[in-house]
């Protein structure tokens, strides 16, 4: 196998229209909600320096990310201002999934019990 540089020809500069629509998708709410998440989840993993796995770290992000998605949906359906799914991005990354997962599961056991 030998190098053709004829192949590579994805360059911004000839399309466009695909950088074009990572933008307008970006600067929509819902997933300026998911990237919060992520980012902050990531600082705030290396913050507490207590997972040093590359691959742990980026399975945190990724979970709060879907988090913050699932969120965001959530978000949409009560009619609320879309805005919030970058707050909620933010609480999701901050708080992190092990202890926001403890949290939905103490509530769902307290509503079980009580039926």
Same mark, same amino acid.
């Given at each position: 196998?030998? +190098?053709?540089?004829e192949?590579? @020809? $994805?360059?911004?500069?000839?399309?466009? *229209?695909?950088?074009? !629509?990572?933008? /307008? @998708?970006?600067?929509?709410?819902l997933?300026?909600?998911? =990237?919060?998440? $992520?980012?902050? *989840?990531? /600082?705030r993993?290396?913050?507490? &320096?207590?997972?040093? #796995?590359? /691959?742990?770290?980026l399975?945190e #992000?990724?979970?709060? !990310?879907? /988090? #913050?998605l699932? &969120? *965001?949906s959530?978000?949409?359906? $009560?009619?609320?201002?879309?805005?919030? *799914? %970058? !707050?909620?991005? !933010? =609480?999701?990354? +901050?708080?992190?999934?092990?202890?926001?997962?403890?949290?939905i599961?103490? +509530? %769902?056991?307290?509503?079980v019990? &009580?039926?």
């Amino acid at each position: 196998m030998h +190098f053709n540089p004829e192949r590579l @020809t $994805m360059t911004p500069e000839l399309y466009p *229209s695909v950088w074009a !629509g990572i933008w /307008l @998708t970006l600067t929509q709410p819902l997933w300026q909600g998911v =990237v919060m998440a $992520m980012a902050i *989840s990531v /600082l705030r993993v290396l913050y507490e &320096a207590k997972e040093t #796995s590359a /691959l742990r770290i980026l399975l945190e #992000s990724l979970l709060c !990310g879907g /988090l #913050s998605l699932c &969120a *965001s949906s959530i978000i949409e359906w $009560m009619a609320w201002p879309p805005n919030l *799914s %970058i !707050g909620a991005g !933010g =609480v999701i990354g +901050f708080v992190g999934v092990k202890a926001l997962r403890d949290v939905i599961v103490r +509530f %769902i056991h307290r509503k079980v019990d &009580a039926a």
